[in-house]
């Protein structure tokens, strides 16, 4: 090969190297009037530097799925300007995965009764479950968690970025996780009900033996 065809070989690999990484993968999105103009914003759980992973035996969270730091973009309709917000469940530039698959609906929702507009993100925990935080959207875009002391939410069945299975309630949400452990194995119902003064949730539990059946007629 003459060194002009290996150097523009060069040129087109690495072009296609910088193409893959900066192009963003998206795992979740959606569309509410998060700014109170009465327009739809759209919003997107992405990442700008995927990580397409595959693996090779079986086992519980294996499979193809999409690894990278994620950020919640929302574009305020009118302005078109875009926000980016760095999402994480526990700590800031945290790697969260996500199935490959076609962007998710996001699940967006007054969590709290408060009038703003959350959504719901989660991980992988084990077979039956993933781990579930809420996010806030402001009228300016940016994206923050909700609550200082934010409540463990773990969704039975989980298998998705975002859970409608996360279900409000006056004054809160609910949902239903399984257990295999403990005094009472099986299926418990949590409620989380918002303290306005304390600004958190305070929630709590209860066996509930339909949860499971209900869960599964989704």
């Known amino acids: 090969m003459s060194l002009p065809s290996l150097l523009g070989a060069l040129l087109l690999v690495a072009t296609a190297e910088v193409n893959t990484q900066s192009v963003p993968w998206v795992a979740a999105q959606g569309a509410a009037d998060f700014d109170g103009d009465a327009v739809p914003d759209a919003i997107r759980i992405e990442t700008a530097h995927p990580t397409d992973i595959v693996d090779d035996l079986p086992c519980a969270g294996c499979g193809h799925r999409v690894e990278g730091v994620f950020a919640a973009v929302v574009t305020l309709s009118r302005s078109m300007r875009a926000v980016s917000s760095p999402v994480a ?73 975002s859970s409608r299975r996360i279900e409000v309630i006056p004054g809160g949400f609910r949902f239903h996780d399984f257990g295999n452990a403990g005094e009472i194995p099986g299926w418990w119902t949590f409620t989380c009900l918002w303290q306005r003064g304390a600004q958190k949730f305070a929630c709590t539990d209860a066996p509930d033996p339909t949860a499971g059946k209900q869960a599964e007629h989704r």
């Open 89 to 161: 469940l526990h700590e800031d530039g945290e790697t969260l995965w996500f199935w490959h698959h076609d962007p998710a609906p996001l699940a967006i929702a007054d969590y709290n009764g408060d009038g703003r507009l959350e959504f719901n993100l989660g991980r992988f925990v084990n077979s039956n479950k993933w781990e579930y935080g809420l996010f806030t959207v402001g009228r300016d875009g940016r994206v923050t968690r909700l609550a200082k002391d934010a409540p463990e939410i773990y969704v039975a069945p989980g298998d998705e970025p």
